[in-house]
Protein backbone atom coordinates (compact mmCIF):
# COMPACT_ATOMS: atom_id res chain seq x y z
CA UNK A 1 0.00 0.00 0.00
CA UNK A 2 3.03 2.12 1.16
CA UNK A 3 4.80 1.43 -2.14
CA UNK A 4 2.06 2.48 -4.25
CA UNK A 5 1.00 5.91 -2.55
CA UNK A 6 4.87 6.55 -3.12
CA UNK A 7 4.47 5.81 -6.47
CA UNK A 8 1.59 8.18 -6.83
CA UNK A 9 2.92 10.68 -4.61
CA UNK A 10 6.89 10.48 -4.48
CA UNK A 11 8.37 12.25 -1.44
CA UNK A 12 9.84 16.13 -1.48
CA UNK A 13 13.13 14.97 -1.56
CA UNK A 14 12.38 12.54 -4.53
CA UNK A 15 11.04 15.37 -6.18
CA UNK A 16 13.76 17.95 -5.66
CA UNK A 17 16.37 15.00 -7.03
CA UNK A 18 14.23 14.72 -10.45
CA UNK A 19 14.24 18.53 -10.73
CA UNK A 20 18.12 18.54 -10.58
CA UNK A 21 18.76 15.78 -12.98
CA UNK A 22 16.49 17.44 -15.75
CA UNK A 23 18.04 21.31 -15.01
CA UNK A 24 21.60 19.38 -15.32
CA UNK A 25 22.94 21.38 -17.97
CA UNK A 26 24.39 19.13 -21.32
CA UNK A 27 27.81 18.79 -21.59
CA UNK A 28 28.88 21.36 -24.33
CA UNK A 29 32.04 20.34 -25.41
CA UNK A 30 33.50 17.04 -26.06
CA UNK A 31 36.43 15.79 -26.32
CA UNK A 32 37.51 16.05 -29.68
CA UNK A 33 36.44 19.91 -29.66
CA UNK A 34 38.94 19.83 -26.83
CA UNK A 35 41.51 18.91 -28.96
CA UNK A 36 40.89 21.14 -31.91
CA UNK A 37 40.51 23.88 -29.33
CA UNK A 38 44.00 22.95 -28.29
CA UNK A 39 45.33 22.97 -31.68
CA UNK A 40 44.33 26.28 -32.24
CA UNK A 41 45.98 27.90 -29.27
CA UNK A 42 48.91 26.25 -30.80
CA UNK A 43 48.95 28.03 -34.19
CA UNK A 44 48.03 31.16 -32.36
CA UNK A 45 51.55 30.78 -30.43
CA UNK A 46 53.20 29.79 -33.57
CA UNK A 47 51.52 33.01 -34.96
CA UNK A 48 52.35 35.32 -32.26
CA UNK A 49 56.53 34.20 -32.55
CA UNK A 50 56.37 34.73 -36.08
CA UNK A 51 54.76 38.56 -35.52
CA UNK A 52 57.14 39.07 -32.57
CA UNK A 53 60.16 38.15 -34.81
CA UNK A 54 58.98 40.17 -37.69
CA UNK A 55 58.48 43.07 -35.45
CA UNK A 56 61.68 42.80 -34.37
CA UNK A 57 63.09 42.94 -37.67
CA UNK A 58 61.78 45.92 -38.79
CA UNK A 59 63.13 47.77 -35.94
CA UNK A 60 66.47 46.23 -37.10
CA UNK A 61 65.58 47.93 -40.51
CA UNK A 62 64.56 51.03 -39.04
CA UNK A 63 68.01 51.74 -37.29
CA UNK A 64 70.12 50.34 -40.31
CA UNK A 65 67.42 53.08 -42.35
CA UNK A 66 68.55 55.47 -39.81
CA UNK A 67 72.13 55.11 -39.94
CA UNK A 68 72.35 55.29 -44.08
CA UNK A 69 70.29 58.56 -43.71
CA UNK A 70 73.08 59.76 -41.48
CA UNK A 71 75.79 58.75 -43.99
CA UNK A 72 73.83 60.12 -46.61
CA UNK A 73 73.66 63.77 -44.66
CA UNK A 74 77.04 63.40 -43.96
CA UNK A 75 77.95 62.87 -47.55
CA UNK A 76 75.37 65.33 -48.82
CA UNK A 77 77.36 67.73 -46.56
CA UNK A 78 81.01 67.27 -47.68
CA UNK A 79 80.35 67.77 -51.18
CA UNK A 80 77.96 70.91 -50.41
CA UNK A 81 80.34 72.21 -47.61
CA UNK A 82 77.04 72.74 -45.40
CA UNK A 83 77.42 70.94 -42.29
CA UNK A 84 75.11 68.19 -40.83
CA UNK A 85 72.18 68.87 -38.07
CA UNK A 86 71.70 65.32 -36.81
CA UNK A 87 69.81 66.00 -33.66
CA UNK A 88 68.28 68.66 -31.98
CA UNK A 89 70.66 68.99 -28.76
CA UNK A 90 73.58 70.20 -31.07
CA UNK A 91 75.39 73.52 -30.34
CA UNK A 92 74.51 76.04 -32.96
CA UNK A 93 75.59 79.51 -33.62
CA UNK A 94 74.11 82.42 -35.28
CA UNK A 95 75.70 85.28 -36.82
CA UNK A 96 73.16 88.10 -36.71
CA UNK A 97 74.08 91.62 -38.28
CA UNK A 98 78.04 90.41 -37.22
CA UNK A 99 77.26 89.44 -33.38
CA UNK A 100 78.05 85.79 -32.80
CA UNK A 101 75.17 84.19 -30.49
CA UNK A 102 75.21 80.50 -29.21
CA UNK A 103 72.35 78.40 -28.52
CA UNK A 104 71.20 74.96 -29.30
CA UNK A 105 68.90 73.68 -32.15
CA UNK A 106 66.41 72.52 -29.52
CA UNK A 107 65.97 76.35 -28.24
CA UNK A 108 65.83 77.73 -31.59
CA UNK A 109 63.12 74.91 -32.81
CA UNK A 110 61.66 74.92 -29.15
CA UNK A 111 58.26 76.88 -30.64
CA UNK A 112 56.22 75.24 -33.54
CA UNK A 113 55.92 77.63 -37.28
CA UNK A 114 58.67 79.85 -37.08
CA UNK A 115 61.42 81.38 -39.21
CA UNK A 116 63.71 79.26 -37.65
CA UNK A 117 61.85 75.83 -37.31
CA UNK A 118 61.85 76.47 -41.17
CA UNK A 119 65.43 77.59 -41.74
CA UNK A 120 66.55 74.38 -40.34
CA UNK A 121 64.24 71.97 -42.07
CA UNK A 122 66.03 72.73 -45.23
CA UNK A 123 63.48 74.97 -46.18
CA UNK A 124 65.67 78.28 -46.65
CA UNK A 125 69.03 77.60 -48.07
CA UNK A 126 71.35 79.04 -45.43
CA UNK A 127 74.45 81.52 -45.49
CA UNK A 128 77.48 79.73 -43.48
CA UNK A 129 80.01 81.70 -42.56
CA UNK A 130 83.12 79.86 -40.89
CA UNK A 131 84.87 81.00 -37.53
CA UNK A 132 87.87 79.22 -38.38
CA UNK A 133 89.71 77.00 -40.56
CA UNK A 134 87.69 74.25 -39.56
CA UNK A 135 84.70 72.93 -40.97
CA UNK A 136 82.92 71.37 -37.62
CA UNK A 137 79.31 72.39 -35.70
CA UNK A 138 81.37 74.31 -33.62
CA UNK A 139 83.07 76.70 -36.19
CA UNK A 140 81.04 77.66 -38.50
CA UNK A 141 77.88 80.16 -37.86
CA UNK A 142 74.38 81.09 -40.08
CA UNK A 143 74.35 84.22 -41.16
CA UNK A 144 70.75 85.74 -40.25
CA UNK A 145 71.13 89.66 -41.78
CA UNK A 146 68.76 91.08 -39.56
CA UNK A 147 70.17 93.64 -36.77
CA UNK A 148 71.63 92.38 -33.46
CA UNK A 149 70.45 94.96 -31.34
CA UNK A 150 66.96 93.05 -29.95
CA UNK A 151 67.91 89.33 -30.80
CA UNK A 152 68.88 88.68 -27.22
CA UNK A 153 65.67 89.26 -25.77
CA UNK A 154 64.07 86.81 -28.82
CA UNK A 155 66.73 84.09 -27.43
CA UNK A 156 65.68 84.48 -23.94
CA UNK A 157 61.79 83.58 -24.67
CA UNK A 158 62.85 80.82 -26.84
CA UNK A 159 65.29 79.52 -24.25
CA UNK A 160 62.16 80.03 -21.31
CA UNK A 161 62.97 83.02 -19.80
CA UNK A 162 60.34 85.55 -18.54
CA UNK A 163 61.40 88.78 -20.83
CA UNK A 164 57.93 90.72 -20.05
CA UNK A 165 59.65 93.11 -17.79
CA UNK A 166 62.74 93.61 -20.24
CA UNK A 167 60.06 94.35 -22.81
CA UNK A 168 57.84 96.44 -20.80
CA UNK A 169 61.02 98.68 -19.65
CA UNK A 170 62.10 99.19 -23.84
CA UNK A 171 61.23 102.85 -24.96
CA UNK A 172 58.85 103.11 -27.98
CA UNK A 173 61.17 103.44 -30.34
CA UNK A 174 63.21 99.72 -28.71
CA UNK A 175 59.87 98.44 -28.72
CA UNK A 176 58.76 99.47 -31.94
CA UNK A 177 62.24 97.77 -33.54
CA UNK A 178 61.67 94.49 -31.20
CA UNK A 179 58.10 94.12 -32.80
CA UNK A 180 59.63 94.24 -35.77
CA UNK A 181 62.12 91.17 -35.39
CA UNK A 182 59.22 89.25 -33.73
CA UNK A 183 57.42 89.50 -36.94
CA UNK A 184 60.21 88.48 -38.61
CA UNK A 185 61.18 85.87 -36.33
CA UNK A 186 57.61 84.57 -36.71
CA UNK A 187 57.53 84.01 -32.80
CA UNK A 188 53.72 85.28 -32.37
CA UNK A 189 53.57 83.88 -28.86
CA UNK A 190 55.20 86.93 -27.46
CA UNK A 191 52.24 89.07 -29.24
CA UNK A 192 50.58 87.61 -26.28
CA UNK A 193 53.14 89.28 -23.30
CA UNK A 194 53.63 92.75 -25.06
CA UNK A 195 52.01 95.84 -22.76
CA UNK A 196 49.61 97.95 -24.45
CA UNK A 197 51.56 100.34 -26.41
CA UNK A 198 53.37 97.41 -27.97
CA UNK A 199 49.88 95.50 -29.28
CA UNK A 200 48.75 99.86 -30.24
CA UNK A 201 51.92 99.13 -32.04
CA UNK A 202 51.64 96.18 -33.75
CA UNK A 203 47.80 97.20 -34.70
CA UNK A 204 49.21 99.90 -36.44
CA UNK A 205 52.30 98.56 -38.66
CA UNK A 206 50.40 95.12 -39.46
CA UNK A 207 47.00 95.52 -39.72
CA UNK A 208 46.59 92.11 -41.33
CA UNK A 209 47.41 90.17 -38.05
CA UNK A 210 44.17 88.52 -36.47
CA UNK A 211 45.96 87.56 -33.08
CA UNK A 212 46.03 90.80 -31.33
CA UNK A 213 44.65 90.98 -27.72
CA UNK A 214 42.44 93.60 -27.21
CA UNK A 215 41.14 94.66 -23.61
CA UNK A 216 37.73 92.98 -23.28
CA UNK A 217 35.62 91.43 -20.59
CA UNK A 218 36.39 87.84 -19.54
CA UNK A 219 32.97 85.87 -19.34
CA UNK A 220 35.25 83.44 -17.04
CA UNK A 221 35.52 85.56 -14.85
CA UNK A 222 31.54 87.59 -14.69
CA UNK A 223 29.01 87.48 -12.23
CA UNK A 224 25.87 85.41 -12.80
CA UNK A 225 24.45 88.93 -13.08
CA UNK A 226 26.03 90.89 -15.54
CA UNK A 227 25.33 90.43 -19.19
CA UNK A 228 28.33 91.01 -21.96
CA UNK A 229 26.42 92.61 -24.86
CA UNK A 230 29.99 92.51 -26.62
CA UNK A 231 33.25 91.94 -25.41
CA UNK A 232 33.68 94.77 -24.43
CA UNK A 233 30.09 95.67 -22.90
CA UNK A 234 28.84 94.94 -19.85
CA UNK A 235 25.11 95.29 -18.36
CA UNK A 236 23.79 94.65 -14.95
CA UNK A 237 20.99 92.37 -15.57
CA UNK A 238 17.61 92.78 -13.12
CA UNK A 239 16.23 96.51 -11.24
CA UNK A 240 18.38 95.22 -7.26
CA UNK A 241 20.71 98.04 -6.73
CA UNK A 242 23.47 96.18 -4.60
CA UNK A 243 27.06 95.82 -4.98
CA UNK A 244 26.78 92.13 -6.33
CA UNK A 245 27.57 92.26 -9.31
CA UNK A 246 31.58 92.32 -10.36
CA UNK A 247 33.56 91.33 -13.94
CA UNK A 248 36.55 90.88 -14.51
CA UNK A 249 38.81 92.10 -17.72
CA UNK A 250 41.03 90.71 -20.00
CA UNK A 251 42.34 87.28 -20.68
CA UNK A 252 45.69 88.41 -19.54
CA UNK A 253 46.39 91.14 -17.02
CA UNK A 254 47.37 94.71 -18.00
CA UNK A 255 48.49 97.76 -16.32
CA UNK A 256 46.13 100.20 -17.74
CA UNK A 257 42.51 100.50 -19.43
CA UNK A 258 39.66 102.96 -20.11
CA UNK A 259 36.03 102.72 -19.92
CA UNK A 260 33.01 104.75 -20.43
CA UNK A 261 30.00 104.95 -18.24
CA UNK A 262 27.33 104.33 -20.77
CA UNK A 263 24.17 104.59 -18.70
CA UNK A 264 22.81 104.06 -14.72
CA UNK A 265 26.72 104.44 -13.25
CA UNK A 266 26.28 106.64 -10.57
CA UNK A 267 27.05 103.60 -8.00
CA UNK A 268 29.49 101.91 -10.40
CA UNK A 269 33.32 101.08 -8.83
CA UNK A 270 36.34 101.15 -11.46
CA UNK A 271 39.83 99.93 -10.10
CA UNK A 272 41.63 96.53 -10.18
CA UNK A 273 41.27 93.39 -8.08
CA UNK A 274 43.11 89.72 -8.20
CA UNK A 275 41.15 86.87 -9.72
CA UNK A 276 40.12 85.32 -6.62
CA UNK A 277 37.64 88.43 -6.59
CA UNK A 278 34.00 86.95 -4.88
CA UNK A 279 32.10 88.09 -8.08
CA UNK A 280 28.83 88.07 -6.33
CA UNK A 281 29.58 89.43 -3.17
CA UNK A 282 31.16 92.14 -1.58
CA UNK A 283 33.97 93.69 -3.06
CA UNK A 284 35.50 96.27 -1.07
CA UNK A 285 37.84 93.72 0.70
CA UNK A 286 39.41 92.56 -2.35
CA UNK A 287 40.63 95.27 -5.02
CA UNK A 288 41.81 98.70 -5.20
CA UNK A 289 38.17 101.14 -6.98
CA UNK A 290 37.36 104.71 -7.64
CA UNK A 291 33.65 105.27 -6.68
CA UNK A 292 31.55 107.26 -9.26
CA UNK A 293 28.98 108.37 -6.39
CA UNK A 294 31.17 110.65 -4.71
CA UNK A 295 34.84 110.27 -6.38
CA UNK A 296 36.35 108.83 -3.27
CA UNK A 297 38.07 105.57 -2.72
CA UNK A 298 37.37 102.24 -1.33
CA UNK A 299 39.60 99.06 -0.65
CA UNK A 300 40.92 96.70 1.75
CA UNK A 301 43.00 99.36 3.04
CA UNK A 302 40.08 102.42 2.62
CA UNK A 303 36.36 102.62 3.46
CA UNK A 304 35.27 105.31 1.19
CA UNK A 305 35.88 108.53 3.03
CA UNK A 306 39.04 109.72 1.26
CA UNK A 307 38.53 112.25 -1.19
CA UNK A 308 40.11 111.77 -4.52
CA UNK A 309 37.93 113.67 -7.84
CA UNK A 310 35.97 114.72 -5.16
CA UNK A 311 32.81 114.85 -7.23
CA UNK A 312 30.29 112.66 -8.54
CA UNK A 313 31.20 110.76 -11.65
CA UNK A 314 27.90 111.00 -14.08
CA UNK A 315 27.33 108.76 -17.15
CA UNK A 316 28.87 109.64 -20.44
CA UNK A 317 32.90 110.14 -18.59
CA UNK A 318 35.52 108.29 -19.33
CA UNK A 319 37.95 107.02 -16.89
CA UNK A 320 41.45 105.91 -17.72
CA UNK A 321 43.06 103.27 -14.60
CA UNK A 322 46.46 102.63 -14.50
CA UNK A 323 48.94 100.70 -12.35
CA UNK A 324 52.50 101.52 -12.17
CA UNK A 325 55.61 100.90 -10.29
CA UNK A 326 53.04 99.69 -7.49
CA UNK A 327 50.71 102.67 -8.09
CA UNK A 328 47.02 102.81 -9.47
CA UNK A 329 46.16 106.65 -10.39
CA UNK A 330 42.99 107.42 -12.12
CA UNK A 331 42.35 110.04 -15.06
CA UNK A 332 38.47 111.17 -15.22
CA UNK A 333 38.09 112.90 -18.86
CA UNK A 334 41.27 114.00 -19.23
CA UNK A 335 42.15 115.36 -15.79
CA UNK A 336 44.83 113.69 -14.05
CA UNK A 337 43.87 112.93 -10.51
CA UNK A 338 47.30 111.56 -9.51
CA UNK A 339 48.51 108.39 -7.34
CA UNK A 340 45.23 106.99 -5.61
CA UNK A 341 46.89 104.04 -3.85
CA UNK A 342 50.40 103.16 -3.25
CA UNK A 343 52.81 100.43 -2.68
CA UNK A 344 50.44 97.48 -4.47
CA UNK A 345 51.69 94.48 -3.43
CA UNK A 346 53.54 92.79 -6.92
CA UNK A 347 51.32 89.51 -5.73
CA UNK A 348 48.55 88.47 -6.68
CA UNK A 349 48.40 89.86 -10.02
CA UNK A 350 45.64 92.51 -10.91
CA UNK A 351 42.95 92.67 -13.89
CA UNK A 352 40.67 95.51 -14.57
CA UNK A 353 37.69 95.13 -12.05
CA UNK A 354 33.95 96.92 -12.29
CA UNK A 355 31.63 96.49 -9.79
CA UNK A 356 28.14 97.52 -11.13
CA UNK A 357 25.50 98.11 -8.46
CA UNK A 358 21.97 99.76 -10.32
CA UNK A 359 20.01 97.29 -12.24
CA UNK A 360 20.60 98.27 -16.13
CA UNK A 361 24.17 99.76 -14.93
CA UNK A 362 26.31 99.82 -18.23
CA UNK A 363 30.10 100.02 -19.09
CA UNK A 364 31.78 99.57 -22.05
CA UNK A 365 36.09 99.34 -22.36
CA UNK A 366 37.64 101.33 -24.78
CA UNK A 367 40.71 101.21 -27.29
CA UNK A 368 43.47 102.99 -25.88
Request: charged share 25%; hydrophobic share 35%; aromatic share 10%.
Amino acid sequence: MFRLLNFLWPSNSEKVEEENANNTPPLLIDQQQLESLSQLQQLLEVKEQQLSEREAKLIKQEELLKEEERRIRQLFSELSGRPSLDNDQQVVNLNIGGKIFTTSLATLKSVNDTFFTGYFNNHFDPIIVPLSNNNSLYDIAYFIDRPSEHFQLVLNYLRGIDIKQKIENLSNNDLDNFIEEVVFYQITPIFDILPRRGIKLLKSKYDGIDYLDYVQFDKEYCSSKIQLDSPTIARKLGKSCNFDSCVLAMQTPTNSFKVKLICSCQDAMIGFAPKSLDLDHSFSKCGYYLYCANGNLYSQRRDGRDVYVNSRIIDGSIIECELKDGNISFIVNGTNYGIAFKDIPHAPILCPAFCLCDGGSTIELLDE
